[in-house]
């Protein structure tokens, strides 16, 4: 007798799993029978430097103050008034933009902010837009609210997004395009030029629809950008743009949950929308954004990331030298910290399972929904890409 314990969506998500969530599994068990130093795991995003040193001071303050009544208990569902005047000030320079605390909200990451907006704009049946190859959750965010995650692939000449697919993509049922720059997984960053392409597309599309059409700019990578290239505000570009963020990569605070969505000043209906979004967060059960992740925030806020950019920079360069002596094509990564090779032989499961015979672990492209391809995250220790050069080396011989 099957089991009725969960939905059938929920049943259909768990039988088809996460690529990356299945490689980690892979992973301990190669771990396990080899040992930990054995295997070469580059399938997690997640960044494994310390905060700043203003974390440590943040929180000494914040312990300072446990004592306090109510000082780790509720307070408006956006966050506190003072970190979102913070944010609102640190951003407004990033965007380009002047911006005030009523135009960002704080939520639960990145994700948990896209969530609400999600939750707040979608009619039942709407389409969202996403370049391919994209952050494989978009798909579940969207479909959480009632909406349908559908794809446009990507350039494979440099990985930008095309304005062109993205014009003839748009239909009465668009609500949003979510661009990811720097971008996981291929690493790369989107120029000025494209950016105001997309502008163009998605003004059209409003008017030609009669709908308000987003542009979603996700940033979680802002801040990580290699051989001095900037990462262009893509807030100022439309109207109807929505910047979604946190400080997981950054300040190396992924588990604190702490992330922002700020919203063009001029935006369609502005003090409606964010109404919508603070309440959105509320009864998704956020409720609010972490205490503790708002003092922590608040204490990072402008500081310098050059520290964590020269450890990446380091190990991508390294990398990129065992990959291409090796014999592999690739783009060189321009930001964020993702290598998206070519698989050799054309199939990435097929490689990828190859490749982890070698004790090399890479998630293969159909979970970032473009087939042919393989992630490597470099937020790993040195000693890890040093290690995976004989595993490289080897497992694309079958394939030379
Ligand atoms: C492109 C992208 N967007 C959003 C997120 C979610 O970030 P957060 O941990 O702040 O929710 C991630 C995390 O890996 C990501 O890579």
Redesign the pocket.
Known sequence: MSSDSVSSAIRQNLSQGSMIRRMFEAGIELKKKFGNDAVCDFSL?NPDLAPPVQAAQAMQALTDKLSTPGILGYMPNAGFAWAREQLAAWLSTQQNTHLEARHVMLGC????VMNAFFHTVLEPGDEVLAIAPF?GEYRFYVSNHGGCLKTIPCRLSDFAPDAEAIDKAISQRTRALII?SPN?PTGAVYSEKILREIASVLDHASRRTGRTVYLIS?E?YRFLTYDGINVPPALPLYRNTVVTS?F?KNYGL?GERV?YIVINPAIDDAETLMDGLIFSNRVLGYVNPPVVGQYLMSGCLGSPTDHAVNIYTRRRDRLATILSDAGYSFTLPQGSFYFFPKAPGGDDKVFTEHLAQFLVLAVPSSGFGMPGFFRLSFAVDDAVIERSEEGFRNAIKRFQ
């Open positions: 995003g990451g990145a994700a948990g952050f990811n996981n996700d979680p946190s997981a992924a992330g």
